[in-house]
């Protein structure tokens, strides 16, 4: 009997030196959780390891070049349908029949003249009052109201030193400094004192640097083309 109570005292004493053991080896964890900082204290949130934490951050970044969108030069009324009435006078040209359709003939104050057309008209197959619109985006710099011969004239600048000049406009709906889009409407069509046989039309040239060039060579392409 007396074997039987020292065995139930020593399994208490072992039981409870167990127990202090195993309190000593929490506070111990804990106390290394705590003051390295790596560990949560709220144990609803993982905790993240040293490994984790010096993980590069991966932020990718598009370096796609932008390529812009080059605008193709439009013919300058707002419609399909359209004849050209006047050319670009060529002086090295050996046709004659193309010579004589690149010149105004016109009177002015009861005389006769003539004069190379420095660009191509335009008008409506049908002859109807169309939009005359912007052939390319730019920034209109001038605008000559009603020339004793040529009306009303538009000048828009362009990129890459290229203007566009729009001669006989009707109805204008832009002013000095106003920045269109190709598209955009800058008035209509009308009659011309240059070309009175030719109905509703528009007068488009061409420069370039300072130079005027033929518009029909200029129609369907880029600026950067040219």
């Given at each position: ?63 796609t070049p932008v390529v812009a969108v080059q605008e193709t030069f439009i013919v300058p009324i707002d ?148």
């Amino acid at each position: 009997m007396n074997k039987i109570k020292n065995f139930i005292k020593k399994a208490d004493l072992v039981t409870f030196a167990l127990i202090a053991l195993l309190g000593v080896s929490t506070v111990f964890a804990w106390t290394q959780l705590t003051r390295t900082g790596s560990g949560s204290i709220d144990p609803d949130i993982p905790a993240v390891g040293a490994e984790e934490e010096l993980q590069p951050v991966f932020n990718p970044i598009d370096d796609t070049p932008v390529v812009a969108v080059q605008e193709t030069f439009i013919v300058p009324i707002d419609t399909t349908h359209f004849n050209i009435t006047t050319t670009f006078f060529d002086e090295t040209s050996e046709d004659a029949t193309a010579l004589a359709s690149s010149i105004f003939f016109f009177e002015l104050g009861g005389g006769k003249y003539s004069h190379p057309s420095q660009g191509v008209s335009f008008t409506c197959e049908v002859d109807e009052v169309v939009g005359v619109i912007a052939p390319l985006s730019g920034t209109v710099s001038a605008i000559v109201d009603d020339d004793a011969v040529r009306g009303t004239m538009i000048t828009i600048d362009h990129e890459e030193g290229l203007q566009t000049i729009l001669t006989g406009v009707y109805d204008v709906a832009v002013s000095v400094g106003s920045t269109v889009n190709q598209g955009d409407t800058l008035g209509v069509t009308g009659l011309s004192r240059l070309e009175p046989d030719a109905g509703n039309v528009v007068h488009l040239e061409v420069m370039q640097s300072g130079e005027f060039i033929n518009p029909e060579q200029v129609i369907g392409r880029t600026v950067n083309d040219l």
